[in-house]
Structures are given as C-alpha cells and as structure tokens.
C-alpha cells in the first residue's frame, strides 16, 4: 500500500503484488527473447478473456481486454449505431463522464442525428422515469453509466436495457465504476454492449488496457472498424488482404496490444480468480455504510449525494461541499488520498480489498478537524489534477 489512508480506487487503485511480479516477468522475457517473445505475448489478451467474462458475467467470447473507453465506444458504436429513417437519435445521461458524452456526440454529427441527454432532476442522479420519458421510437441507441461518477448513483442493468428493448433500441453500459467493485451479470441483462477501464478497482495500473463486451446475437456482424488484430488469430500472420473477423469480441482489437501494460492487468486479475464477487460486494457495502453513517454524525455541513439505498449505491460515497477541492488537497497534504469532481465533490472509495473500518474514522476525524480550523483554506490547491 501507498503510505497513509489511500480512498482513491475508483480512480487509480493501488499496485496488487502480483501486477508486479507480472510486469517483470514480461519486463524478462522482453530482455532475453525479444521477438521471439510474441509466441507467448500473441494470444495474451485473449487468455484474460475467461477471468473478464467472470467480473462480467459473460461467456469469453463476449469480452476482450483492449483499447481505451473512449476508443473501444467509438469501435462498437461505429457497428452498432444504424441510423434508420424515423429512428436515428442517440440518448445518455446529462451527468455521464464528458468521454461518453463526447464520444456519442462524434457519431452522432457523423450520421447527422443528435445526441439527447437525459436531464437530472436534482443535479446528482438521474431519474428512471426520466428515461423512461426520454425514449421513444426516434431513439436508435443508449449509453448508460452502470454507476455515475460523481454521486455514485447506480442503476439497474437488466431491468433498464429490458425498458430500452421495449422502445426498440440498442443499449449500451460503461461499467467503469463498477468492474471490479460487484458481480455483473451482462450476457443475461440482455445488454447489447458495455465498455470498461481497468485502473479503477481491477488495480491494473494507469492507462492500462480496457475491455468490451459484446453480447453474442451481435457476433455476426463484423466490426466497422477493423485492424489486424481483430483477424482470426489463425489467419493473422497469413498477411493477406482479406479481413477475417475473430470470433465475437476479440474481433474489435485493431493494432498491436500494450504488452507491458496487458501484463499489468494479467496479473491484477489473479487476485479476482477465487474471489466470491458477491462477498467483495457485500463488504463493500458495509464500508460505504459505515462512511455514510460517521460523516451524517460528525460532518452535517458535507451532503452525502450518494444514494443510501443499496441497490442504488456503487463503491464510493460522494460528500458535497463548496470548499472540496481544498478540503481535498488538505486531506492528501495529511496523507489521506481522496479525489475531488469539480466543482463540489469529494469523492472518497472505500475498496472493499483493502480499506478498513479504522481508516474511515481516521479520515472523518481528520476532515472534521479541517472543518472546525478552516486551515484547508491554506493549502495550494494550484497544479493539481484530480
Ligand atoms: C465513467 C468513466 N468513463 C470513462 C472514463 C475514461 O475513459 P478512458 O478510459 O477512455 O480514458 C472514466 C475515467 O475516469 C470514467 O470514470
């Protein structure tokens, strides 16, 4: 662990052993087989795929370790988005990460269709009647954010993608908050497709690669945007000029995986091989309860945003307040690690893998300190990113 109190694994979670160990043995064969190492490194992706579908709940030929969130949406909604007639318009959420929003935007302007953005009633959360109210037969594909990043709202997978089937449209999931944090169980939501990272609490390490899913009716089609390394794998070195698509998800990688960074992720996901899910998730819980509880009793000036209800809680809590970003900086300048969401937000993830009880007690004794001295305000908050 990183010295202090670290409460940031919904951004970057911290370093398991094993993706060390992982990192160096590539780091090896690298130094001591250089080409010769793409015999193992050729196929290193595909050999995460059964460990991906597990945090997932999809079979592994509908996931696949590669690209970025916003890479890995522009590649599927270049396939998936089918402007027909009447049904042309994109639909997500007011509150999702600007990457989305920004993403549906491109192939929305590229079809010559809009994008509709949910509203939030409150600011925080997004209403599933507005969704509801939202959809119609105008709508041709949803982007939902399985949790928001900023409240921590989360929502219902299988229930809302059967309310958009019903409309007739396409939906789609960016799971980045919550791959890691609770089971999923993406092939029998029905979901069309959903797009994750891998630095939040799979642990992979920043900038590692992301993934897909892809559910298997929508196999049949090939990617819109392809590369050789979505050819079959059979095939790939054959060097022709005909593509042959990779069975299922592996399909939408296109250029030469990261390796060293693959490596990173490899060995991030021994830790989830023997987890129970249901387990992690559950003691996640019983940290964001406790969080909620101490700062409702001792930090009545800090608003939790996010939703007390389990079913609608992800992995972190969100407390609003108009100083956060110093309060923030404050509490790293003690050695507790939280994030802070522009302009209000203090974003605090208990990781059920490593952050206990006494920690949370700590932080809240610390903040409530800041509060009573206001010496937060001395801090520079200048040069910092999050
Ligand atoms: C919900 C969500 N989507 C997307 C991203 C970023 O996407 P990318 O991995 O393409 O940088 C983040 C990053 O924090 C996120 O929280």
Redesign the pocket.
């Known amino acids: 662990m990183p010295p202090g109190i670290y409460l940031d694994g919904n951004?970057l979670g911290v370093m398991p052993l094993s993706a060390h160990q992982a990192v160096l043995r590539r780091l090896g064969e690298w130094q001591t087989q250089a080409v010769s190492g793409w015999d193992e490194w050729f196929g290193l992706a595909e050999t995460l795929s059964p460990a991906l579908g597990k945090l997932m709940g999809a079979a592994p030929r509908e996931v696949i370790a590669t690209g970025?969130?916003?890479?890995n949406l522009h590649a599927l909604l270049a396939t998936l988005y089918r402007p027909q007639g009447e049904r042309r318009h994109l639909l997500a959420t007011a509150l999702d990460?600007p990457?989305?929003v920004y993403a549906m935007q491109s192939w929305a302007r590229l079809h010559g269709a809009e994008l509709r953005l949910i509203p939030s009633r409150d600011g925080q959360t997004i209403h599933e009647d507005d969704l509801r109210l939202a959809l119609g037969p105008d709508i041709a594909l949803v982007l939902l954010?399985t949790v928001l990043?900023r409240s921590g709202q989360r929502f219902d997978i299988a229930r809302l993608s059967a309310v958009v089937h019903q409309q007739g449209a396409l939906v789609g999931w960016?799971a980045?908050?919550s791959i890691g944090a609770m089971p999923h169980d993406l092939h029998a939501s029905g979901a069309d497709f959903a797009v994750w990272?891998s630095y939040k609490y799979l642990n992979a390490g920043p900038g590692a690669p992301?993934g897909l899913f892809l559910h298997q009716r929508h196999h049949h089609l090939a990617p819109a945007l392809s590369g050789w390394w979505g050819n079959e794998k059979e095939t790939q070195f054959e060097m022709t000029t005909q593509f042959r698509p990779a069975p299922g998800a592996a399909a939408y990688q296109q250029g030469t995986p990261p390796v060293l960074a693959l490596a990173a992720l490899e060995g991030a996901l021994e830790i989830f091989e023997d987890l129970d899910l249901h387990a992690l998730r559950a003691r996640s819980l019983q940290l964001t309860d406790t969080l909620i509880e101490l700062a409702d009793l001792h930090l009545p000036e800090m608003r939790v945003l996010t939703p007390r209800d389990h079913a609608r809680r992800g992995g972190h809590v969100s407390l609003l307040h108009p100083e956060a970003r110093a309060l923030s900086a404050a509490l790293r300048a003690r050695g507790i690690i939280p994030d802070y969401r522009s302009p209000d937000i203090l974003r605090l993830a208990p990781v059920a893998l490593y952050n206990t009880e006494d920690e949370l007690r700590e932080t809240v004794r610390v903040l409530r300190g800041l509060l009573d001295s206001g010496s937060h305000r001395e801090v520079d908050v200048s040069g910092a990113v999050s």
Do not use: N
């Open positions: 951004s970025s969130i916003t890479a990460f990457t989305d954010p990043y960016d980045a908050h990272c992301g």
